[in-house]
């Protein structure tokens, strides 16, 4: 007995193609659409069994939004994510959503067919080493590209934070000095300082380390670490 479903995709014509596929093998489609992120409307109003929801990025903050509200507002429908090859987090944010299945873009439509009949029976409509990637990510997270970015960050004092925020905003000793209220000589060691614990060998590599990994966005507004205007002793 075929699946009456309906398919979302942020692709029209993979939408169409997929309903056009599935159509031939003797399910029952009541819609084909675009784009994803309208979903959550159309399959409230038809109330299918399945919904093959396509994606591009299922490791985007928002994307499965659709899931939550279907499974909210009709939770007897199954929804199955149709994705890319998976970050691991993809798939645990899939299933954290609600989904019944996630199945890669590259699967043969056997495979689609397969688990659009699991999920309309209740089960998980996904492939066993899927699973247990996202099941390993969600017990062993890996450490995010900002992290570094937040380590480093732990690793300077308020003031070196400074220091480096006006490095790579390209002040020279005199202007850090001046804009600290510290000596010149001061603002010098503060900037060897910095350059040691982020282990470069240069103000553009600090610039730049401190610009890939995020640190500048986390250190916030120069000129907070403390009063200017009382220069600091040399030490």
């Known amino acids: 007995m075929g699946v009456r479903l309906m398919v979302v995709d942020d692709h029209r014509l993979l939408a169409e193609a997929l309903a056009s596929a599935l159509k031939l093998r003797g399910h029952r489609v009541l819609a084909a659409a675009a784009p ?12 299918p069994e399945v919904c093959l929801l396509g994606t591009a990025t299922p490791a985007e903050p928002g994307t499965f939004d659709p899931v939550v509200r279907i499974k909210r507002e009709r939770p007897q429908v199954a929804v199955v994510v149709l994705g890319p090859v998976p970050s691991p987090r993809g798939i645990a944010s899939a ?33 066993p080493a899927l699973l247990q990637g ?10 995010q590209p900002d992290d570094e ?5 732990q690793m300077l004092t308020p003031r070196e934070v400074e220091v480096l925020v006006r490095v790579a905003d ?6 850090i000095a001046a804009g600290m209220g510290i000596a010149p000589s001061t603002a010098r060691t503060h ?34 670490s403390g009063p200017a205007g009382s220069p600091e002793s040399e030490s």
């Open 36 to 47: 994803a992120a309208g979903a959550a409307e159309l399959v409230i109003s038809r109330a």
């Open 95 to 127: 299933f954290a959503a609600g989904a019944s299945g996630y199945v890669r873009h590259d699967e043969r439509i056997e495979g689609v067919e397969r688990a659009l009949m699991k999920a309309r029976a209740g089960e998980a409509a996904v492939a």
């Open 134 to 143: 996202a099941f390993g990510e969600l017990l062993n997270p890996v450490a």
């Open 149 to 153: 970015g937040q380590r480093l960050l």
């Open 170 to 175: 390209g002040e020279d000793t005199r202007l």
């Open 191 to 224: 900037v060897q300082r910095v350059l040691m614990k982020l282990g470069v060998g240069s103000r553009l590599e600090a610039a730049a380390l401190a610009a890939r990994t995020g640190l500048l966005d986390r250190a916030g507004p120069v000129g907070s």
